[in-house]
């Protein structure tokens, strides 16, 4: 079983949908948690930080559950310009910098 | 800030060459850097954490003699794929931690691909 798994896509969606990406971890020991977003042919870029009381930017919002390991993004309101490969990170046990990447979600927001 | 830069940002070659791609930390100085590797369509997987003045730590499965890594200062690390050939031909993406950083965000380079032939 993978480290960090999600589900990946594609997704497509009509502008102004609201989506949801889920992602699930097997480390119990992993203390921090992070969305990345990769364009084609570019490197990941940080989204947000997740946090265990949930955290919001604007359209952006990210939940960690801990006792089911899992962590979501939900996109409100959704642009074109939101296509892209979302990436669930989950920083290694205590102890390590090593971050674990899913495969990526891709989305696909369409006119 | 913490800008990171690779270089070059693609290279082609031919079998049995090496190539060397550097990663540099402008406007911080990185104690630790990682280099990871990225094949279509699939995820990043870490290939080796390299820490300033000290060997790196390679993940399993990953030869040291073929990928070889030096990180001689707190603002470049090299990443040398000796002997390529074409199934070492991908996305070589790498990134930084600040010194001192009081958070765990590492800080990625733009990447450079790979194609040997």
């Known amino acids: 079983r993978k480290e960090v798994e999600q589900d990946p896509g594609p997704f497509n969606v009509p502008e102004g949908a609201t989506v949801a990406f889920n992602c699930t971890y097997s480390?119990?020991?992993?203390?921090?948690f992070f969305w990345y977003r990769q364009d084609c042919r570019k490197e990941p870029k940080l989204l947000m930080s997740v946090y265990s009381s949930g955290n919001e930017d604007g359209r952006f919002t990210a939940q960690l559950n801990r006792a089911s390991q899992y962590i979501s993004l939900l996109i409100r309101d959704s642009k074109l310009s939101d296509s892209a490969t979302y990436l669930c990170v989950s920083l290694g046990g205590s102890g390590t910098y090593k971050y674990i990447f899913g495969t990526g979600t891709r989305l696909k927001v369409l006119a | 800030g913490a800008v990171v830069s690779q270089h070059p940002s693609w290279v082609i070659c031919k079998s049995g060459t090496s190539v060397k791609i550097e990663c540099r930390s402008l406007d911080f100085q990185a104690t630790t850097m990682f280099w990871y590797r990225q094949f279509p369509k699939q995820s990043l997987m870490l290939m080796a954490t390299?820490?300033?003045?000290?060997?790196?730590?390679?993940e399993q499965g990953v030869e040291k003699d073929k990928f070889l890594i030096n990180h001689a200062s707190l603002t470049l690390s090299t990443l040398t794929v000796t002997s390529a050939h074409p199934e070492d031909s991908s996305f070589y993406i790498c990134?930084?931690?600040?010194?001192?950083?009081?958070?765990?965000?590492?800080?990625f380079g733009p990447g450079t691909r790979l194609t040997v032939l």
């Open positions: 390299s820490n300033e003045g000290s060997k790196a730590t390679y």
């Open positions: 480390n119990s020991a992993s203390q921090s």
């Open positions: 990134s930084a931690i600040g010194a001192g950083s009081s958070t765990d965000t590492q800080y």
